[in-house]
């Protein structure tokens, strides 16, 4: 009997344990992240897009000892690496860095994008938000906004702007600063802000209108000459660039941000694991200061802000990109 009751002492334990086991083995596989998580990043390198995911991806790891890699699928105004990003698993493991480029604009410009980036897309945290700044090489005859105003006016269709490509938010702020100042300038698209660059400090464009952080290492060095910026108030990454509404157009605002989204469908909690993590790392100051030697502005949002602004801009720029008769096809 002693024997029987031990050998069912025996029975129940190893049962328990198997029982443990299985409860044990969920909450361990569960852990996020328990591999390398892949940032897309829908840009060449050498952008502001790309800049900013590097800072993030190196930020994560080693905040937390994760392994995040940022992973460049460039082409069709970053559309390319958002359509990757939507057709991943919604694990957790495949985020993007997306922007008003590719999510608010792009959608209205390329008719056959099989997403919708308010639904097809999770909203994860907000990183940065900057302006367009308008500039020209330091050997340009252009001083000042005013004389850019000037030369167009006298030779309508004769002064060239670089952009980062056809119907980016930065080829929309230089259609709508044209006709903020009434002139006619002739637009050059680039595939990516870095063949712009270097195309205006060449001077083979007269004029360069890109994201500050894609310009703020050649502003810095002095071979780029800022003229303006389109935000309603001055970056506090150039201090001493003013506003196009500071130079006699008034109301004039046009700034990008910049995003990590994930597939719908991703998790609430590995969202919310995500937006923590990074409202961690810019809180910091080192990280803001990364930020903002690059030209952004660093901001933190909760999912819920950051999908709120995206919905919100999504509908504000379908009249925008109309109005312009910009097309993608």
């Known amino acids: 009997m002693h024997r029987r009751h031990l050998l069912s002492l025996g029975v129940l334990a190893c049962a328990l344990g198997a029982a443990q086991a299985q409860t044990a083995a969920p909450a361990a596989a569960g852990a996020y992240p328990s591999k390398p998580i892949r940032l897309i990043v829908p840009f060449p390198p050498g952008g502001g897009t790309d800049i900013l995911s590097r800072l993030v991806s190196a930020k994560l790891t080693e905040a937390n000892k994760w392994t995040v890699v940022a992973d460049n699928k460039p082409g069709a105004g970053g559309t390319i690496g958002i359509t990757e990003a939507v057709k991943a698993a919604p694990t957790g493991y495949d985020i993007v860095m997306g922007q008003k480029d590719n999510l608010v604009i792009g959608p209205w410009l390329y008719k056959s994008l099989p997403w919708d980036p308010t639904k097809d897309l999770t909203a994860v945290a907000h990183v940065a938000w900057t302006p367009v700044v308008i500039a020209t090489s330091a050997t340009s005859r252009f001083k000042t906004l005013a004389d850019v105003v000037a030369a167009a006016k006298d030779k309508p269709g004769t002064i060239t702007y670089g952009s980062p490509g056809n119907g980016t938010s930065i080829h929309l702020a230089g259609h709508l600063f044209e006709q903020a100042a009434g002139i006619k300038l002739s637009h050059v698209p680039y595939k990516g802000s870095n063949p712009a660059l270097m195309d205006a400090l060449a001077g083979n464009v007269d004029l360069l209108v890109s994201s500050l952080p894609s310009a703020m290492g050649q502003i810095k060095s002095g071979k780029l000459r800022p003229l303006a910026v389109t935000s309603a108030k001055r970056s506090s990454s150039a201090p001493d660039v003013p506003t196009v509404a500071e130079s ?53 949002m909760t999912p819920a802000e950051f999908s709120t602004l995206l919905k919100t801009e999504y509908t504000q720029w379908k009249g925008i990109v109309e109005a312009s008769g910009a097309k993608i096809e």
């Open 248 to 300: 006699g157009f008034k109301g004039f605002d046009v700034s990008t941000w910049y995003g990590l989204l994930a597939p719908a469908g991703t998790p609430a909690a590995v969202v919310q694991t995500l937006n923590t993590e990074v409202n961690k790392l810019l809180a910091q100051p080192d990280v803001q200061a990364a930020i903002q030697a690059q030209g952004a502005e660093a901001q933190a």
